[in-house]
C-alpha cells in the first residue's frame, strides 16, 4: 500500500552462489570477530576505575550548608510535593534563640527522610528546592543490608560543616557548583 | 500408545499435545509477559497470551498528578527509548496549553529523539540476533548504546529512565560536551552499523533462520492496528513523522524503508534501513543548528510561564518568580477544558497519549496508546505452526517490551 512517495523498499535479494556458501560465512564472521581482539578495550575495571559523570548526573541526594555551615533547608515541603515517588518526609520545626549558628532560616527541618528505595532519581526536588538546599551528587546508591538502611536520615544527607571539615565541605560544593 | 509406555486408565483421554509456559520469568521473554504454549512436538498448536505482570496503573496515577509529574511515568512505558515517550508527551502538554515551540527546540528534539529510535532499533535487531544464536554482534554494538546514553546523560543527568525535557523545552542547553558526543557518534556510528550488517543482514546463517519466520500480510498487520516498523515491514509506508508531521519533522529529508511480506527478516530489514535514516536526520538538524544566530542560537525553551519553571536566579531574589515556581511545582495551574490526541512515531510504532481535561490540575483522564499491546495480539497468528524456536524469534523482532505492554 502507497501513502507516501518517500517508500523505499529494503533490500530482499535471494542469496547468491558465495552467500550460500556456509564456510564463506563463517570466515567472514570470524574475521571480525579476529579484528576485534586487537582493538581496545571497551570495559573498565568497575571498582578500581571509575568513569567520569555528567556534570549534570542525578545520583544520590545531599543537603547544602552555606558558607558559615547553617542548614539552608527551611521546611518548606516542595520537594515532597514535586517528588512523583512520594519519597521525601520532613517535620519542621522553628529556630530557638541562640541556633542562629545552624539554621539559616526562622524555620528548619527537624527530621528530614528520603527514602532512597522508592527514589526514581528524576531530579525533581532539586528543580523544586527554592532555597539551594537540597541538590543530587554524583555518587551511586550503595548496597546495604537492610531495607530500613536505605532510608536515609537528615545527618546521612548533610554534607560537612565547613567549620569542622572544610575539605570535605569543598569537595560537595565543588559537585553542586557546576548546576 | 505403545506397549512399553505407561497405560492410560480405561476411558481416560489421551493428550496429545504438551503445554509450556513460556513466560513470565523467562530469559527469552526479555519481560514479564507469559505465553502458554500448546506444542505438538515441536510445532505450535495455539498459544495463549497473558499481560499484566507488571501492570503499574500509569493511567490511574495520571489523574492525581501535575502535568510535568507525569513525565517521569512515561519513561517507564518503553525503556529503552524512554526519551521518546517523554517527547511525546511534552508534545501533548503543548497541544492542549496550545503551546508553540521555537524551531531551535523543535530540532534539539529530533536530535534527541532520532537518538532514541537508533538505540530502540539497535537493541531491537541485536536481541534478534541473540535469540537466534549470534551473540557477538549484540556485544559489539552495545558500547554504542552506551554512547547514545552517555549523551542523554550530558543532557539530562541520567541514562535509561530520563525524565528528558520539560514543558515548552528542555531543563537546560545543550552544553559543548553533549555537542561533541553527538558529532563523535554521527562519526564513528556508521563504521559500527556498517559491521554489524556484514555480521547479519547477508548471512546465510541468519537469513535461513528468520525468512519466513512469522510474517503477517499487509491486510492483517492493518486490521490488527500495527503502526510502525513491524507494519512497514508489512508493506505499508505509514510514518506519523510524515503523515502527521510533529516537532518540525516537514522540514527533514528521509525516505521510508518497506518490507514485503511482513516476516521476521523484513523487520529486522526495516529496521536496520530505518537506522539509517535516523543518522540521516540526526545530521540534517545539526546542520541546521548551525544556523541560528546571535540570541536565537541560545534558545533551549518556549515562553511557556505557566508551566515551564523560572530560572533558579530569579527565584531566589525576584517575588514573582518564586510565586510562579511555588505555583508550578504545586501543580495549582488550571489547565485548559478539552480532549486532546497526539501520537508520535515512537521506536515500536505509534504511541499516542490521548488526555482528557475537564479543567482541573490533573487529567480526568489519561490513555496511553501503546503500540507493544496492539502487537501482542497478533502473535498467535505470527506463529501458529511454526516450530518452538520461532516463538522466541518473533517476539524478539516484534519488539515486544512488556513495560510498555502494560503500562
Known amino acids: 500500500m502507497q501513502l507516501t512517495n518517500r517508500a523505499k523498499p529494503v533490500d530482499r535479494r535471494p542469496m547468491n552462489a558465495i552467500e550460500r556458501l556456509y564456510l564463506w560465512n563463517i570466515l567472514k564472521g570470524m574475521m571480525i570477530t579476529i579484528r576485534h581482539f586487537f582493538k581496545k578495550k571497551a570495559t573498565i575495571q568497575y571498582p578500581e576505575q571509575k568513569r567520569p559523570f555528567s556534570q549534570v548526573f542525578r545520583g544520590l541526594h545531599i543537603l547544602n550548608r552555606d558558607e558559615e555551615g547553617r542548614e539552608r533547608c527551611t521546611a518548606c515541603g516542595l520537594c515532597a510535593v514535586a517528588c512523583p515517588a512520594e519519597a521525601i518526609t520532613m517535620e519542621a520545626a522553628e529556630r530557638e534563640p541562640g541556633e542562629e549558628n545552624l539554621y539559616r532560616e526562622e ?73 | 500408545m505403545s506397549e512399553q509406555h505407561i497405560k492410560l486408565p480405561e476411558g481416560s483421554i489421551e493428550k496429545t499435545t504438551t503445554t509450556l509456559n513460556l513466560g513470565p520469568t523467562h530469559p527469552a521473554t526479555h519481560g514479564v509477559m507469559q505465553n502458554i504454549l500448546e506444542l505438538d512436538g515441536e510445532r505450535i498448536v495455539s498459544t495463549e497470551q497473558t499481560i499484566g505482570y507488571i ?15 507525569i513525565t517521569p511515568l512515561t519513561d517507564r512505558l518503553n525503556y529503552c527509548s524512554a526519551p521518546l515517550n517523554n517527547m511525546g508527551w511534552h508534545l501533548t502538554c503543548e497541544k492542549l496549553l496550545g503551546v508553540s515551540t521555537p524551531k531551535r527546540v523543535d530540532y534539539l528534539r529530533v536530535i534527541v529523539m532520532e537518538l532514541a529510535r537508533i538505540s530502540d532499533h539497535l537493541i531491537c535487531n541485536s536481541i534478534v540476533g541473540v535469540d537466534s544464536g549470534a551473540y557477538t554482534g549484540f556485544l559489539y554494538v552495545m558500547q554504542y548504546r552506551e554512547l547514545i546514553y552517555e549523551i542523554y546523560e550530558e543532557i539530562c543527568g541520567s541514562r535509561l529512565t530520563t525524565n528528558i525535557g520539560r514543558i515548552g523545552g528542555f531543563e537546560r542547553n545543550f552544553n559543548d560536551i553533549a555537542f561533541q558526543k553527538i558529532e563523535k557518534f554521527l562519526d564513528e556510528y556508521p563504521r559500527v552499523l556498517k559491521e554489524f550488517e556484514n555480521l547479519f543482514t547477508r548471512n546465510r546463517i541468519f537469513m535461513d533462520r528468520l525468512i519466513g519466520a512469522g510474517p503477517i500480510s499487509a491486510e492483517r498487520a492493518l486490521n490488527y492496528g500495527f503502526t510502525g516498523p513491524n507494519l512497514r515491514a508489512a508493506g505499508v509506508d505509514y510514518d506519523v513523522r510524515i503523515s502527521n508531521p510533529y516537532s518540525s519533522y516537514q522540514d527533514f529529508d528521509f525516505s521510508v524503508p518497506v518490507g514485503t511480506t511482513g516476516d521476521c527478516y523484513d523487520r529486522f530489514l526495516v529496521r536496520n534501513e530505518e537506522m539509517w535514516q535516523s543518522l540521516s536526520i540526526i545530521r540534517q538538524a545539526m546542520q541546521k543548528l548551525t544556523e541560528f544566530k546571535g540570541a536565537e542560537a541560545d534558545v533551549y525553551h518556549a515562553d511557556v510561564p505557566e508551566y515551564y519553571l523560572p530560572k533558579k536566579e530569579d527565584v531566589y531574589t525576584k517575588m514573582e518568580a518564586l510565586i510562579w515556581h511555588f505555583k508550578i511545582i504545586m501543580g495549582e495551574i488550571d489547565m485548559p477544558k478539552g480532549e486532546v490526541y497526539h501520537s508520535i512515531e515512537a521506536a515500536n510504532g505509534e504511541l499516542g497519549y490521548y488526555m482528557i481535561s475537564d479543567g482541573g490540575r490533573a487529567p480526568a483522564r489519561l490513555h496511553f496508546r501503546r503500540p ?28 515486544l517490551i512488556a513495560g510498555e505492554m502494560d503500562a
Open chain 1, 107 to 179: 524555620k528548619y527541618a527537624a527530621r528530614y527522610e528520603i527514602n532512597m528505595l522508592r527514589c526514581i532519581f528524576c531530579g525533581y526536588c532539586e528543580e523544586a528546592c527554592p532555597k539551594d538546599a537540597i541538590y543530587l551528587s554524583q555518587t551511586f546508591a550503595p548496597a546495604n543490608y537492610g531495607r530500613s538502611g536505605f532510608i536515609y536520615k537528615k545527618q546521612d544527607l548533610l554534607i560537612p560543616n565547613p567549620v569542622e571539615d572544610p575539605e570535605g565541605f569543598k569537595k560537595a560544593q565543588g559537585e553542586i557548583a557546576r548546576k
Open chain 2, 55 to 69: 501492570h503499574r496503573a500509569f493511567e490511574k496515577i495520571a489523574e492525581r498528578r501535575p502535568l510535568y509529574q
Open chain 2, 372 to 399: 507493544c499491546f496492539i502487537y501482542y495480539q497478533a502473535y498467535e497468528e505470527l506463529t501458529k505452526g511454526s516450530m518452538l524456536s520461532d516463538a522466541i524469534i518473533v517476539m524478539s523482532s516484534l519488539n
